[in-house]
């Protein structure tokens, strides 16, 4: 299986995902992967990380999935399903095939965060090992979409 490269869906601050304030992200439960602690002034623009079929489509989070059945999740900001969509714009629908950088949502991160919430945005290589993807930003580094972030062998 060749190498696939995943790009930062925001732009922003590369966060350690362990540092997520989400259990089930900062424990890697459903893959490894990085975050992104988005821009409030440019961040409000998510594109696919990869290239593929959207597989689920939230205003607050996505599934992309690659032709060759690895999938990415990128879930923008903590606890923002509680939102109902409020604030979150899909360019996309279920089903779609989308290239890499295509903007699938645009939203408002310094909205997001004057109600309260968190606005980093997990990056997942769903399902995949730990040891299967690498950084290819490092954390503290500021990424503008579309710049490649991981690479999952």
């Known amino acids: 299986m060749t190498a696939l490269t995943v790009l930062a869906p925001v732009t922003g601050t590369v966060v ?27 961040g409000g623009e998510a594109v696919a990380p990869i290239a593929g079929t959207i597989v689920k489509l ?52 310094a909205a997001v965060r004057a109600g309260g919430r968190s606005a980093v945005c997990p990056v997942v290589a769903l399902e995949a090992t730990p040891d299967a993807v690498d950084r290819l930003a ?11 972030l991981l690479t999952w062998g």
Do not use: N
Request: aromatic share 4%; charged share 20%; no cysteine.
């Open 58 to 109: 939230h205003p607050h989070a996505f599934v992309v999935q690659h032709d060759d059945g690895r999938a990415v999740l990128v879930h923008l900001g903590i606890d923002t399903v509680k939102l109902g969509g409020e604030g979150f714009t899909t360019h996309a629908s279920e089903g779609d095939v989308v290239q890499r950088g295509t903007v699938l949502v645009t939203w408002d991160p």
């Open 16 to 42: 350690d995902v362990s540092e997520v304030d989400d259990p089930v992200f900062a424990a890697g439960l459903v893959g490894p992967g990085l975050a992104i602690e988005p821009d409030g002034v440019r």
């Open 138 to 148: 490092q954390v503290g580094t500021m990424v503008e979409h579309g710049e490649d």
